[in-house]
């Protein structure tokens, strides 16, 4: 929270390793104005996702 902004912003990810070495990600992020004057107050809200993968040689 940023008082002096009038902001809040949050973020949350999940993490699962579905074999040993290999997981994936997926990252929720919101942003909001609390401003009084603004209807709306989404400022911005994004989803990221990664995979990775273990090879072994």
């Known amino acids: 929270m ?4 009038d902001t809040v912003s949050s973020s ?5 390793e ?6 994936l990600f ?4 919101d942003g909001r104005d609390t ?8 400022l911005n809200r994004s989803i990221a996702v990664k995979i990775t993968r273990l090879l072994r040689f």
């Open 2 to 5: 940023n008082a002096a902004a």
């Open 12 to 16: 949350v990810r999940l993490r699962w």
């Open 18 to 23: 579905y074999v040993p070495g290999s997981e």
């Open 26 to 29: 997926l990252v929720y992020s």
């Open 35 to 42: 401003s009084p004057t603004t209807p709306l107050g989404l």
